[in-house]
T-cell receptor, first 113, second 111 residues
Framework: NAGVTQTPKFQVLKTGQSMTLQCAQD?????MSWYRQDPGMGLRLIHY???????DQGEVPNGYNVSRSTTEDFPLRLLSAAPSQTSVYFC????????????FGPGTRLTVT | ELKVEQNPLFLSMQEGKNYTIYCNYS?????LYWYRQDPGKSLESLFV?????AVKQEGRLMASLDTKARLSTLHITAAVHDLSATYFC???????????FGAGTRLTVKP
C-alpha cells in the first residue's frame, strides 16, 4: 500500500512554461485535494475533488487546472508558470469525504525562474 | 471568510516543561484537525476533533475543541526533543468543502 504518491519531487520551470504535477493514491479514497505551502502561510487549498469527474476550486485556484478521470489520479496542471507559483505542493486524500482526516503525499518542490 | 489563527507562531521550550498552542477560527465549524510536519517532510495527522468538548490524547499531546469559543488547544506535557516540529491546525467550514489551515507553530524543544 503506497498511500499518496507525487511526482516529481523537485522541478524547476522557466516563466511561461507549463507542466503537470502528478498525484495518485491506492486507498480508494473519493476525496482528493491539492495544497500549496508557502513560508509562514500554512497550507492553502488550490482545488479539490469529491469523486471521479467532479472537481471544484479552493482558496487559491488561479493559474491551476485539475481533472479527475479516475478515483486514483488527480493531476494538477500549471498553465503558464509564474514566479509567484514557486512553492511546495502537497496532494492529499481522504476516506471519509471532504471533512475527514487527510493523508498527504510527500510533496513537490517547484521553483519558477 | 474563514480565518484560522494560531499562536504562538514560534515556541522554544525546555525539555520537561508544559505548554499550550492555541488555534482560533472565525466561523461556524464543528470539526478541527491537528497535523504535525517535520522539516522537509509531509504532514502527518495527529488528531481529528469531531464535536464540541472533544478531547483526544496521544502520548504527551492532548487536543481539545470548544466550538462555542471557536477555539482548539494542543497541550504539550513534559516536552521531549522528539516533539520538535511544526504543528498546524485546520478547520473546514460547515456545509462547505473548503479547508483552511493555520500558519503553523514551529516548536523547538531544547535539552
Amino acid at each position: 500500500n503506497a498511500g499518496v504518491t507525487q511526482t516529481p519531487k523537485f522541478q524547476v520551470l522557466k516563466t511561461g512554461q507549463s507542466m503537470t504535477l502528478q498525484c495518485a493514491q491506492d486507498m480508494n479514497h473519493e476525496y482528493m485535494s491539492w495544497y500549496r505551502q508557502d513560508p509562514g502561510m500554512g497550507l492553502r487549498l488550490i482545488h479539490y475533488s469529491v469523486g471521479a469527474g467532479i472537481t471544484d476550486q479552493g482558496e487559491v485556484p488561479n493559474g491551476y487546472n485539475v481533472s479527475r478521470s479516475t478515483t486514483e489520479d488527480f493531476p494538477l496542471r500549471l498553465l503558464s508558470a509564474a514566479p509567484s507559483q514557486t512553492s511546495v505542493y502537497f496532494c492529499a486524500s481522504s476516506y471519509s469525504g471532504p471533512r475527514g482526516e487527510q493523508y498527504f503525499g510527500p510533496g513537490t518542490r517547484l521553483t519558477v525562474t | 471568510e474563514l480565518k484560522v489563527e494560531q499562536n504562538p507562531l514560534f515556541l522554544s521550550m525546555q525539555e520537561g516543561k508544559n505548554y499550550t498552542i492555541y488555534c482560533n477560527y472565525s466561523t461556524t465549524s464543528d470539526r478541527l484537525y491537528w497535523y504535525r510536519q517535520d522539516p522537509g517532510k509531509s504532514l502527518e495527522s495527529l488528531f481529528v476533533l469531531l464535536s464540541n468538548g472533544a478531547v483526544k490524547q496521544e502520548g504527551r499531546l492532548m487536543a481539545s475543541l470548544d466550538t462555542k469559543a471557536r477555539l482548539s488547544t494542543l497541550h504539550i506535557t513534559a516536552a521531549v526533543h522528539d516533539l520538535s516540529a511544526t504543528y498546524f491546525c485546520a478547520v473546514d467550514e460547515r456545509n462547505n468543502n473548503d479547508m483552511r489551515f493555520g500558519a503553523g507553530t514551529r516548536l523547538t524543544v531544547k535539552p
